[in-house]
């Protein structure tokens, strides 16, 4: 293989830039050419396409977001969208592509790979959701931002002994929520995984309180719904004082950690490994400090899950 495209897909998440610095560093140490696509398959379809060089991801180790720019492309998902996008590649003579990005990102290099253009993904998103990998890019630094919002909302929820609910982000899973709960002593972590009742949330936050408690730590994950909603339900139930808080965006930016940089690029490096070996259609990832991969179509079909183990150790811990 003498040339091959980079491209990162979906929500951008810390690390991507790390993820796209170890792609372009190690292709060219073997020789390979490198073009990066920007805003992922929309810029494909559309031949928004640059070569790389060695300098061209100089001084980003360390940056958010990511120098290629990502983006969602309904049209993408069609026949004709692919059909456009591989014309493009054709063009700029592209023998491979790593795809970095979430599990919709995944599904595209999934389509590309079984129309002949061989995918390699990288696992890329804050959400910790997909299979085959222990952690994903992005999900270190944005656990470590929320950590950082918890322990102020803590200072002003002892000043004034209230009940806060942190909603993250996640989307349909709760990892964020659960590692940020666990890290930060919530009373109560509330992910889509596990139904948590109602009654029982209350019975703990009431316990905390007549022991003594200053304040009581909610974290809700967004695939529960909304905290605002979960607030007001608090309040019309019982007597406690409530406030809620959306973290919202500020999760997916800032500097990545030093877990997300290390694990970024050491998959980066993978992936370009697998495509000089002649491998297509598979997701690099990192299961007990090893790295693998695994065929894209096997771990799409594979459902998230979440460690009950850790879920229980919360509950226990927060008595
Ligand atoms: P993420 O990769 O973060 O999960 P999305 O689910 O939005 O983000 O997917 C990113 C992009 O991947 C989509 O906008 C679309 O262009 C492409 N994609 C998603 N699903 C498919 C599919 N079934 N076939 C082809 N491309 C897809």
Same mark, same amino acid.
Not at 37 to 58: A, P, W
Not at 176 to 182: E, R, S
Not at 208 to 236: P, Q, T
């Given at each position: 293989?003498?040339?091959?495209?980079?491209?990162?897909?979906?929500?951008?998440?810390?690390?991507?830039?790390?993820?796209?610095?170890?792609?372009?560093?190690?292709?060219?140490?073997?020789?390979?050419?490198?073009?990066?696509?920007?805003?992922?398959?929309?810029?494909?379809?559309?031949?928004?396409?640059?070569?790389?060089?060695?300098?061209?991801?100089?001084?980003?180790?360390?940056?958010?977001?990511?120098?290629?720019?990502?983006?969602?492309?309904?049209?993408?998902?069609?026949?004709?969208?692919?059909?456009? @996008?591989? *014309?493009?590649? +054709? !063009?700029?003579? /592209?023998?491979? =592509?790593?795809?970095?990005? $979430?599990? &919709?990102?995944?599904? #595209?290099?999934?389509?590309?790979?079984?129309?002949?253009?061989?995918?390699?993904?990288?696992?890329?998103?804050?959400?910790?959701?997909?299979?085959?990998?222990?952690?994903?890019?992005?999900?270190?630094?944005?656990?470590?931002?929320?950590?950082?919002?918890?322990?102020?909302?803590?200072?002003?929820?002892?000043?004034?002994?209230?009940?806060?609910?942190?909603?993250?982000?996640?989307?349909?899973?709760?990892?964020?929520?659960?590692?940020?709960?666990?890290?930060?002593?919530?009373?109560?972590?509330?992910?889509?995984?596990?139904?948590?009742?109602?009654?029982?949330?209350?019975?703990?936050?009431?316990? @905390?309180? *007549?022991?003594? +408690? !200053?304040?009581? /730590?909610?974290? =809700?994950?967004?695939?529960? $719904?909304? &905290?605002?909603?979960? #607030?007001?339900?608090?309040?019309?139930?019982?007597?406690?004082?409530?406030?809620?808080?959306?973290?919202?965006?500020?999760?997916?930016?800032?500097?990545?950690?030093?877990?997300?940089?290390?694990?970024?690029?050491?998959?980066?490096?993978?992936?370009?490994?697998?495509?000089?070996?002649?491998?297509?259609?598979?997701?690099?990832?990192?299961?007990?400090?090893?790295?693998?991969?695994?065929?894209?179509?096997?771990?799409?079909?594979?459902?998230?899950?979440?460690?009950?183990?850790?879920?229980?150790?919360?509950?226990?811990?927060?008595?």
């Amino acid at each position: 293989m003498k040339r091959i495209g980079v491209l990162t897909s979906g929500g951008d998440a810390p690390g991507m830039n790390a993820a796209i610095r170890a792609v372009v560093r190690k292709a060219i140490y073997h020789d390979i050419e490198v073009y990066g696509i920007k805003y992922g398959y929309q810029g494909l379809m559309e031949g928004n396409i640059e070569k790389m060089e060695i300098g061209s991801v100089g001084d980003i180790i360390h940056r958010g977001g990511t120098i290629i720019y990502s983006a969602r492309s309904e049209e993408f998902k069609t026949d004709a969208g692919q059909e456009k @996008g591989i *014309e493009q590649l +054709k !063009k700029f003579g /592209i023998e491979g =592509l790593i795809i970095i990005g $979430g599990d &919709g990102s995944f599904r #595209g290099a999934q389509k590309l790979t079984e129309k002949g253009y061989p995918c390699i993904g990288i696992p890329g998103t804050i959400d910790n959701d997909i299979a085959g990998t222990d952690f994903t890019i992005g999900f270190d630094t944005a656990l470590n931002t929320i950590i950082e919002a918890i322990d102020k909302v803590r200072d002003t929820a002892t000043s004034h002994k209230r009940t806060y609910i942190i909603e993250v982000m996640g989307r349909d899973a709760g990892d964020l929520a659960l590692w940020a709960g666990l890290a930060d002593g919530a009373e109560s972590i509330l992910i889509p995984e596990v139904k948590d009742e109602f009654d029982e949330v209350i019975e703990r936050l009431k316990r @905390g309180h *007549e022991r003594g +408690k !200053k304040h009581s /730590i909610i974290v =809700l994950a967004e695939g529960v $719904g909304s &905290g605002f909603d979960y #607030g007001k339900r608090i309040e019309e139930t019982s007597d406690l004082e409530t406030r809620v808080t959306v973290l919202g965006y500020i999760q997916r930016g800032g500097s990545p950690t030093a877990s997300d940089r290390v694990l970024a690029s050491r998959l980066g490096g993978y992936a370009v490994d697998l495509l000089r070996k002649g491998e297509a259609g598979r997701m690099v990832g990192i299961q007990n400090n090893k790295l693998v991969n695994h065929d894209i179509l096997e771990i799409l079909a594979q459902p998230h899950t979440i460690d009950k183990d850790m879920y229980q150790l919360s509950k226990e811990l927060s008595i």
